[in-house]
Each structure stands twice: as C-alpha cells, then as structure tokens.
C-alpha cells in the first residue's frame, strides 16, 4: 500500500506563477498513490482556471473514489467566508481532499476549532501580512482494504503557532472513535518533534517537505496511531519527489502487502 500527502498549493507553478491541469495530472502521477490527501485544493477558482482539482487527481490515479471538503467559500487572501453547506457549490470553494484506490464504506467532515486573531504571515508576492486563519477541517474515510478496514484522514492545520496543536489534539480524539488502524495525512504546519509529543501518533516517514526550492523543514506528515499499528504493515519506502507545482513537496510512504 502507498500513501502520500501532498500540499498543492492550487495547482500553482512556481517557475511562471499559473495552473495547468496537465502539470497538476503528471505531478499526482508520478506519486502512484492507493490512498492520498491533498491540500490547498481549489474547485471552481478562477485562479485556477475553474479547474476541479480531487477530480483531476483521481483520474491521474485511477482511483475508484475521490471527496473534496470545501473549507472557505471564495479564495484565501482575498475575499471569502466560511463554508455552510452545499449550497455554496456553484461559487469557488477552497480546501481539502482525499483520493482512494480502495472503496470507501464511511466519510466523516469534522470542523477544528479555528485561531481567532490575525497572525502575521509570509506572501511570496505581497511581502509580510497580517492574515486572518481561515476555518480548518478535517476528512475522514473509512476504507475498505484487502487487509479489512482502515480509517485514512487529511487536513491542513493552522500557520498559527498553539493553534495547530490544540488542532491536531482535536483530530487525534475525533479518529479514535472511527476504525482501527488509523493514518492521518496532512500539511500539520509544524515540524515532527512537536506534532509526535501532541498526538502520540508514530511518523512514518520523515523527510524535508518545505519549501519545495530548498527544503529545510518537515511539515507535511503521515502519522499512524499506534494502537493498531501492526495490522497496518511495515515501511519499506519513504519517498519525495520534485513535482512542477506547489512550494511543498509530497511525502510517500510505501507500506509492505
């Protein structure tokens, strides 16, 4: 089983700045993923060109299921407001997704507790801003494998610091009462010391994800709760690739059968 987490950062290039689906197809390729979590997923942008990324991303894999969960209705650093529900469908939504070779037999959207004050944020094209934390979310499945259920989840936590680990706590409880062994995938916006003391959840591969020009930090993870881990299977490969979109690597770990 290979499983693979991966920011997106909406399909943009860093070397001209715009989105092309055959690059954001070719990149989800090369991963070769049964099960993967995305974030930073546009669906109906007009930056992205109106492109539906989880669905561009499930064809590249072959995959029998895909979800997105939108998170903001209209595009971050610009005008939006927090998703409500699936009336929102026809405007632009932004957020994340989950793509599964296997069937999937539960789906599960948890909203997280969101930072409630501007923090001061980084933007390759406007220099230093104070930002508003957009809502955070998580999506869970519940899959149907050849070695029985597995509970898979993705999401994408704070930038802000304290934020993301009483997020990530939040996360951990809610995918304990969901099947056992469970995996969660995601760009944690933390670096792996800090996310292993908070959840308790083992790291399967550790590798420098960020930024994609020169990594120097880990912040997009594979975790596994340990309680069910032996049913899950050995890493056998921990890998990154170079893809010709986003400023985070993806992270892929390679289980045994």
């Known amino acids: 089983m290979r499983l693979a987490t991966f920011n997106l950062l909406h399909g943009r290039s860093?070397?001209?700045?715009?989105?092309?689906?055959?690059?954001?197809a070719s990149a989800i390729a090369d991963l070769d993923a049964d099960v993967l979590g995305l974030q930073e997923v546009d669906k109906a942008q007009p930056r992205s060109g109106l492109l539906d990324l989880t669905a561009i991303a499930a064809d590249a894999l072959g995959a029998q299921v895909h979800r997105f969960a939108a998170a903001v209705v209209g595009t971050p650093g610009e005008q939006w407001q927090p998703w409500r529900s699936d009336d929102d469908n026809a405007h632009p939504l932004?957020?994340?997704?989950?793509?599964?070779?296997?069937?999937?037999?539960?789906?599960?959207?948890?909203?997280?507790?969101?930072?409630?004050?501007?923090?001061?944020?980084?933007?390759?094209?406007?220099?230093l801003r104070l930002l508003k934390?957009?809502?955070?979310?998580?999506?869970?499945?519940?899959?149907?494998?050849?070695?029985?259920?597995l509970t898979v989840a993705t999401t994408h936590l704070s930038f802000v610091p304290g934020w993301n680990l009483r997020q990530l706590r939040h996360a951990v409880r809610t995918l304990r009462a969901l099947p056992?062994?469970?995996?969660?995938?995601?760009?944690?916006?933390?670096?792996?010391?800090?996310?292993?003391?908070?959840?308790?959840?083992?790291?399967?591969g550790r590798a420098?994800?960020?930024p994609?020009?020169?990594?120097?930090?880990?912040?997009?993870?594979?975790?596994?709760?340990p309680r069910?881990?032996?049913?899950?299977?050995?890493?056998?490969?921990?890998?990154?690739s170079r893809p010709p979109v986003s400023d985070h690597l993806p992270l892929v770990v390679q289980l045994d059968r």
């Open 180 to 204: 056992a062994p469970r995996v969660l995938l995601g760009d944690l916006n933390m670096p792996a010391r800090p996310v292993r003391a908070v959840s308790g959840w083992r790291p399967l």
């Open 212 to 225: 994609s020009p020169m990594p120097r930090a880990q912040l997009d993870h594979i975790l596994a709760d």
């Open 208 to 210: 420098a994800t960020f």
């Open 133 to 149: 934390d957009e809502p955070r979310v998580l999506l869970a499945a519940v899959l149907d494998t050849p070695r029985g259920p």
């Open 94 to 127: 932004y957020g994340i997704a989950l793509v599964s070779r296997y069937p999937v037999t539960t789906w599960q959207i948890t909203a997280l507790p969101g930072a409630p004050m501007r923090s001061p944020i980084y933007d390759p094209d406007n220099g």
């Open 228 to 240: 069910g881990l032996d049913r899950l299977g050995r890493v056998v490969q921990v890998a990154t």
């Open 14 to 24: 860093l070397s001209d700045g715009t989105v092309h689906a055959d690059r954001v």
